[in-house]
């Protein structure tokens, strides 16, 4: 079942720039290694769960998964061969505003073999560059 809201208070949303890097969300908090977003734009929610479905099946039931992101941002799309005007058209899908630096999936539990094949088949099914990387300690 694909990520999506239960609720919102606005049906529609503007569609806005995604400027700068990730103050939050930018360090490994819950697992080992992470999978860090290394360029702005927005990842769908079918997107995030292709890549929780391909860390899940190379780990193997091991470790757990942690999904960092979640689709609160609504994209709107008109019906195709529809005239122009008549206003925005209808909520078409859910997207997660990713910055620079922004952790998507984070992976506990696994060695760094497992997790770093995990990572790089979810890193090819997201729409932007993605890098692996380790948890740091905490000084």
Known sequence: MP??????????????????N?????????GEYGLQALEAGWVDN???EAGRVAISHHV???GRTYIRVFPHKSVSAKPLESRMGKGKGEPDRWVAVVKPGTIIYEVAGV??????GALRRAACKMP??????HRRPRL
């Open 60 to 62: 193997g039931g091991e």
């Open 111 to 116: 060695d760094e073999e497992h997790a770093r």
């Open 3 to 20: 990520l999506m809201p239960k609720r919102v208070l606005h049906r529609k949303s503007q569609r806005r720039r995604v400027r700068g």
């Open 46 to 48: 079918h997107h995030l």
């Open 22 to 30: 990730a103050k939050r969300g930018n360090q490994v908090e819950f």
């Open 128 to 133: 932007v560059r993605c890098r692996m990387v």
